[in-house]
């Protein structure tokens, strides 16, 4: 109890001190976001503009995803910058580092690679990657790849992530046993 008080008040001070915008914050501009969302730490939405964008519930977007609402690439030669909406529908990854621009649907259960760079519309169940972004797969092939893979993969425990107060034996144990491979933790 008295750890969650003080993360609390770190958190609070270093927002103050820092000037952090946090989630709720843009919600209070106007950016809708379903439930059951997993945002991850440095992810940044355009401030500017983000009443235009949308997410959808159970979404992840991973460390360092940038959401942009606006492009000002013609705002010195036209007087104005583009704008458009960005929405994520239900049940979308996105992942680490990628780049959602303005005018962008990313079609329910879809998924984005990290890095990616997405100018046009995602549709409905595709995973897409590049840059810029192109169609690789049906979620449902990428996930039976997975489950293929699966079956032939070290698979580790919930005692083997941070939560599950991982030891230092399991992370030398873990980290030898991946190496020039991958694994699946729970």
């Not at 940044?44 to 949308?54: N, V």
């Not at 046009?120 to 990657?129: H, I, L, Y």
Request: aromatic share 8%; net charge positive.
């Amino acid at each position: 109890m008295i750890k969650k008080v003080l993360y609390f008040i770190k958190a609070r001070i270093r927002k103050y001190l820092l000037d952090e915008i946090w989630l709720e914050d843009y919600m209070k501009l106007g950016m809708k976001v379903g439930k059951n969302c997993s945002i991850q730490p440095q992810v940044t939405f355009d401030y500017s503009h983000c009443w235009l964008i949308s997410i959808g519930d159970n979404v992840t977007i991973a460390p360092q995803a940038y959401l942009l609402a606006h492009d000002a690439s013609t705002k010195r030669r036209l007087n104005y910058a583009k704008v458009g909406s960005i929405v994520i529908e239900d049940n979308v990854f996105i992942g680490a580092r990628a780049i959602v621009m303005p005018g962008v649907t990313i079609g329910q259960s879809s998924i984005v690679a990290a890095g990616s760079v997405v100018t046009k519309s995602v549709p409905e169940g595709c995973v897409v990657a590049g840059n810029p972004a192109r169609l690789i797969m049906k979620v449902e092939e990428y996930l039976d790849k997975m489950r293929d893979k699966l079956e032939t993969s070290d698979i580790y425990g919930d005692e083997y992530t941070i939560l599950g107060e991982i030891t230092i034996e399991k992370k030398a144990e873990m980290y030898a046993s991946l190496i020039n491979k991958l694994g699946f933790v729970k």
